[in-house]
């Protein structure tokens, strides 16, 4: 079978022709992607909660098929646990299913507020606020936080939700070479006298697309050497690293130096929403000047419930450790196989591939082999470093890891990549 190619650039950059234009050459790509039976841009969709085997309905064959999930955040298995469930049905029947109004207005439930007061104390924080997402967090607190007299350093790899905060607030923000101390010196170093109201630097805990951690505890000191704010995103720390999965601060077992810690609900927590997480003061300050908050329908009560119970069932249940467990054996098998997986030291493990044809094909194999994995190209990763996102969970038996393995094991070789 002929490769698809994943061609994203030239469906959105503008042609000099009109705005539909774009939508006419990107409907004729599309054709190409369902001829050829891939599911990157339509997907084939859940029919079951997303578990360690989930159904997918199979919009080419029109078969359910029973498919191990590797391409899933929900890394601790807490969406379907039945603590996590029923604390959900209580509070709709009790409350109903919207929260009827943004926080400044009557949005805010007290089921809100437990919540609020349930991250603080995992983020090791004073307070925290919570957001319809975790996108809609990283908008509000870097668009409330920085005016556009400040800088904003960013590292290489952040996620797109910091980086278009960060558009939005006017200010100029520069980049990092990835994780590199050295690089964010030299970029406070040329930057601190032009920014004397003040410089941020935002970094993920754990990098989406590649599951290594930042060196927190080397940026902490550089940051505070040039007076300047850290803020880092949890989204995929939390629930994964750290004491019971209390995140990136607590994996370096450190209590000062972070500023504001951002994440979500969304992904080991199970459920939807994101936090930002800081002193009293800070938090009080971005309740009104994060406008996607305030000017957004607060969480429903029945999803914080369910948050607070996730958060509950991951301190006290062994999840954490099993997730560690098994991401550990998948990331040591993979590579003694001869797959290259950078490094890794989460439940996001990338499986290397590079070539965008060889890895449509692998694809389309992974999916006939009931294996559900995420194919990643360029933007969202650099040019030539396409890859599979291998997400682990720690509901997944030996089993269905091992039969992962073995596909992995025999599509390499099949398409020459070990
Ligand atoms: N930050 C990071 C690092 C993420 O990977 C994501 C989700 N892809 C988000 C923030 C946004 O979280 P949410 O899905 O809850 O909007």
């Known amino acids: 079978m002929k490769p698809f190619i994943v061609e994203y650039k030239s469906y959105y950059?503008?042609?000099d022709c009109s705005i539909l234009d774009k939508i006419e050459r990107y409907s004729g790509y599309l054709e190409d992607h369902e001829e050829k039976k891939m599911n990157f841009f339509l997907k084939s969709p859940l029919l079951s909660g997303c578990e360690n085997s989930s159904t997918i309905y199979d919009r080419h064959s029109s078969d359910n098929r029973q498919m191990t999930m590797f391409g899933s955040n929900n890394y601790l298995g807490l969406s379907t646990v039945p603590e996590v469930r029923e604390a959900g049905i209580e509070a709709i029947e009790k409350y109903g299913v919207g929260s009827g109004g943004v926080p400044l207005f009557s949005g805010t439930h007290i089921?809100?507020?437990?919540?609020?007061?349930?991250?603080?104390a995992l983020k090791g924080c004073e307070d925290s606020m919570v957001f319809s997402s975790g996108y809609a967090a990283n908008i509000g607190t870097v668009t409330g936080l920085i005016r556009p007299n400040n800088l904003i350093v960013h590292d290489r790899?952040?996620?797109?939700?910091l980086l278009d905060g960060s558009a939005l607030t006017g200010a100029k923000f520069v980049r990092y070479l990835h994780n590199s101390p050295l690089s964010l010196e030299k970029t406070l170093e040329e930057n601190h006298e032009t920014y004397p109201d003040g410089m941020i630097v935002i970094t993920d805990g754990v990098f989406s697309m590649d599951g290594d951690v930042a060196s927190l505890p080397e940026i902490i000191e550089i940051a505070k050497k040039y007076n300047a704010l850290v803020m880092i995103d949890d989204a995929h720390a939390t629930g994964v690293i750290g004491h019971k999965g209390a995140?990136?601060?607590s994996h370096y077992s450190l209590t000062d130096g972070v500023d504001i810690v951002s994440g979500t609900l969304s992904k080991a927590i199970g459920a939807v929403g994101g936090f930002v997480a800081s002193t009293k003061k800070i938090i009080n300050y971005l309740r009104l000047y994060?406008?996607?908050n305030m000017y957004s329908t607060a969480l429903p009560p029945?999803?914080?419930a369910s948050a607070i119970a996730a958060i509950d069932y991951m301190q006290t249940s062994e999840r954490v450790e099993q997730l560690k467990q098994n991401y550990t054996y998948v990331s040591e098998n993979l590579s003694k196989l001869g797959y290259s997986t950078g490094k890794t030291e989460s439940a996001i493990i990338p499986m290397m591939i590079g070539d965008e044809a060889t890895i449509s094909l692998m694809a389309r194999d992974?999916?006939?082999?009931d294996i559900f994995v995420n194919a990643v190209f360029h933007p969202a990763v650099p040019p030539k470093q396409s890859r599979f996102r291998i997400s682990v969970m720690a509901t997944h038996t030996k089993e269905q890891l091992d039969r992962f393995l073995n596909v992995a094991d025999k599509l390499g070789k099949k398409y020459?990549?070990?």
């Open 13 to 15: 950059q503008s042609a």
């Open 111 to 120: 089921l809100q507020q437990k919540l609020e007061q349930k991250i603080a």
């Open 157 to 161: 790899l952040n996620h797109s939700s």
């Open 247 to 249: 995140g990136t601060k």
């Open 290 to 292: 994060a406008r996607s």
């Open 302 to 304: 029945s999803v914080c």
């Open 366 to 369: 992974f999916f006939e082999n």
């Open 416 to 418: 020459k990549i070990i």
